[in-house]
């Protein structure tokens, strides 16, 4: 089945404690996201990826590093999560280089930071 | 920045009735649009999308409008039913680069 797959779904952690969300796509798609979803604050880009080894800043990308060393996996980190990165995040995909087509979405994962 | 938002937060319809879904961008030269449907607990679901040198696509039981002159995007949902109850999302795109989103309304259907 064609997919995006995050693990783990539901993370609860301790401030400053690093931590790696996976993220992965079984149809060898291009372009791959990030995103922070918010109450009333809607999904937020964190980074995003055109392609292997090339990745860039979203509009939210302080606190977060991501690495795109195969063109399936687009693992986001936290070095040293806070209580303000608590959120659902959300990991996209999609087909082309670029981000002016159909993304595909993962399942969401659900992370509080105490 | 651009933005992308949304008329109304909340939309309730009885079942059966036609939704309308409205959603206003500031960015001229965004040239890709798309909605989402995210029920809860899920990722957001691609409904249907549209490029600008279109005005007008249609799916199953869903339409998209885009007026490039208001800069005004809409969705309807042709015979509501309560699976369509969700929140919708409307985004444009940033070039290539990314998609930005409006903040969501949530339908709510009616029996």
């Known amino acids: 089945e064609a997919q995006v797959t995050q693990n783990p779904r539901y993370l609860i952690t301790v401030t400053g404690k690093k931590l790696t969300v996976t993220c992965s796509q079984n149809m060898n798609h291009e372009y791959m996201s990030w995103y922070r979803q918010d109450p009333g604050l809607g999904l937020r880009q964190i980074y995003y990826s055109m392609n292997v080894e090339v990745t860039d800043k979203g509009d939210v990308p302080e606190g977060y590093k991501v690495s795109r060393k195969e063109k399936r996996n687009f693992p986001l980190i936290l070095e040293s999560p806070s209580p303000n990165q608590t959120s659902l995040y959300f990991c996209a995909s999609s087909p082309l280089a670029g981000a002016n087509n159909e993304q595909f979405f993962g399942p969401g994962t659900r992370l509080t930071v105490l | 920045g651009e933005s992308v938002g949304l008329h109304l937060p909340t939309l309730s319809v009885q079942e059966g009735d036609n939704s309308i879904i409205n959603c206003a961008y500031s960015?001229?030269?965004?040239?890709?649009f798309i909605w989402y449907k995210q029920e809860s607990g899920k990722g957001p679901q691609f409904i249907i999308d549209i490029r600008s040198n279109m005005d007008k696509r249609q799916g199953q039981r869903v339409t998209v409008l885009l007026n490039k002159t208001v800069k005004h995007l809409s969705l309807q949902i042709a015979a509501t039913q309560p699976g369509d109850s969700a929140v919708y999302f409307c985004a444009e795109n940033e070039g290539a680069q990314k998609l930005v989103f409006g903040q969501g309304t949530r339908l709510t259907i009616n029996p």
């Open positions: 960015n001229s030269a965004s040239d890709y």
